[in-house]
T-cell receptor
Framework: DAGVIQSPRHEVTEMGQEVTLRCKPI?????LFWYRQTMMRGLELLIY????????DSGMPEDRFSAKMPNASFSTLKIQPSEPRDSAVYFC?????????????FGEGSWLTVV | SQQGEEDPQALSIQEGENATMNCSYK?????LQWYRQNSGRGLVHLIL?????REKHSGRLRVTLDTSKKSSSLLITASRAADTASYFC????????????FGKGTTLSVSS
């Protein structure tokens, strides 16, 4: 299996621009997670989906962030407008069953720099 | 506040030595998992231990869980330079529908 695929791997954008991060989960996995990693705050859960439905978005920092999962093989995380404090590594992950009772598989991350 | 806290934050050892990392957590868990992250890469699952288990082994890895103390330890025996990475504990809570909560990690450096 190809694993969780994220794009872009690196993005540098100017403050105020829209950023769209993309994720293809492992085929057959029912759960998809978006995490954000920074030195200060570590790895934070932003949102997760079960069977394409958002279950918990309490970690989404503010209205500038939105996530969608239009089908089982694709999800996006959008930041509009972006700010320098959004600079971080954004990870997508997926798991076969249960949000926490099983192994989750991470993508390689999208490294976002907002200048 | 962080559910899982790893200790130490950083650890430097020589090849061949053992490395021990600890994780403490606050609330009741269903399971605890350890993940590894190489620099610039995603996290990779190492081992899962359930709340009714006390010890688990996988190759050179040994994980213990003490639910009475709300703590876990990860032991890597006979470390190698390739073990250099950050190690994270993640807790699965007993609350249905909650996702894994990760600690901030221990950065392990193994020098040859």
């Amino acid at each position: 299996d190809a694993g969780v695929i994220q794009s872009p791997r690196h993005e540098v954008t100017e403050m105020g621009q829209e950023v769209t991060l993309r994720c293809k989960p492992i085929s057959g996995h029912d759960y998809l997670f978006w995490y954000r990693q920074t030195m200060m705050r570590g790895l934070e859960l932003l949102i997760y989906f079960n069977n394409n439905v958002p279950i918990d978005d309490s970690g989404m920092p503010e209205d500038r962030f939105s996530a969608k999962m239009p089908n089982a093989s694709f999800s996006t995380l959008k930041i509009q407008p972006s700010e320098p404090r959004d600079s971080a590594v954004y990870f997508c992950a997926s798991s076969l069953i249960a949000p926490s009772g099983n192994t989750i598989y991470f993508g390689e991350g999208s490294w976002l720099t907002v200048v | 506040s962080q559910q899982g806290e790893e200790d130490p934050q950083a650890l430097s050892i020589q090849e061949g030595e053992n490395a021990t990392m600890n994780c403490s957590y606050k609330t009741s868990i269903n399971n605890l998992q350890w993940y590894r992250q190489n620099s610039g890469r995603g996290l990779v699952h190492l081992i899962l231990i359930r709340s009714n288990e006390r010890e688990k082994h996988s190759g050179r890895l040994r994980v213990t869980l003490d639910t009475s103390k709300k703590s876990s330890s990860l032991l890597i025996t006979a470390s190698r330079a390739a073990d250099t990475a950050s190690y994270f504990c993640a807790t699965g809570l007993n609350q249905a529908g909650t996702a894994l909560i990760f600690g901030k990690g221990t950065t392990l450096s193994v020098s040859s």
